[in-house]
Each structure stands twice: as structure tokens, then as C-alpha cells.
């Protein structure tokens, strides 16, 4: 139970870090590019790097009619699905949130 809880957390951080390392880069490039950057969602853009993931999985797309749109609109999902189901296999034995 503590070895799930602690990849369940640790697979939080580090989705949350990239959401934050993202914005960090997008307000640097601002920076550099003299203009203001993403403040558009709450306070200093804090909320940014979730509104970008809620907008990239509601994206729509032309679907040709000849597909089956299904597996089109559920593959995507999936395959993330997939990248994250992958992440408890690394080995962070040593980096222990949760102690027993």
C-alpha cells in the first residue's frame, strides 16, 4: 500500500512539475520577446498549464467519414493512458515520499 501511494504521488509531482516547468518557459520566451506572456487564466497564469490540457483534449479535428471516429477520439487517450501506466516501472526505490 505505501509503495502504491508513494508512486501515485510521486506520478502527481511530476506531472504537476512539467504543468509548471512549461509555464516557466513560456513566461521566460515572453520575457525575451518583450511582451507580457500567458496571464489570461487567474492570477499570473498560474491556472495556464491546466487550461492548455483541458484544451488540448477537447480539441476537435476533421474526422474522414469513412473511419470508425471511436477509435479515433479514444486512442489518443489510451496511449497516454498508456505513457503513465509505464511510469511506476522506473526504479525510485530510493527517493521514498511515504516512510514506513
Known sequence: MVEMMNTL??????LISVAFFT??????LSYIQMRKGPNKV???GMLQPFS?????????SSYPTT??????????TC????????WPLLPVEKFCIIDN
Do not use: G, Y
Open 23 to 28: 509555464l516557466l518557459e513560456r513566461k521566460i
Open 52 to 60: 492548455d490540457a483541458i484544451k488540448l483534449f477537447n480539441k476537435k
Open 42 to 44: 487567474s492570477t499570473l
Open 9 to 14: 504521488i510521486s506520478l502527481i509531482a511530476i
Open 67 to 76: 473511419s470508425n471516429k471511436l477509435f479515433i477520439i479514444t486512442s489518443p
Open 79 to 86: 496511449s497516454f493512458l498508456l505513457c503513465l501506466a509505464m
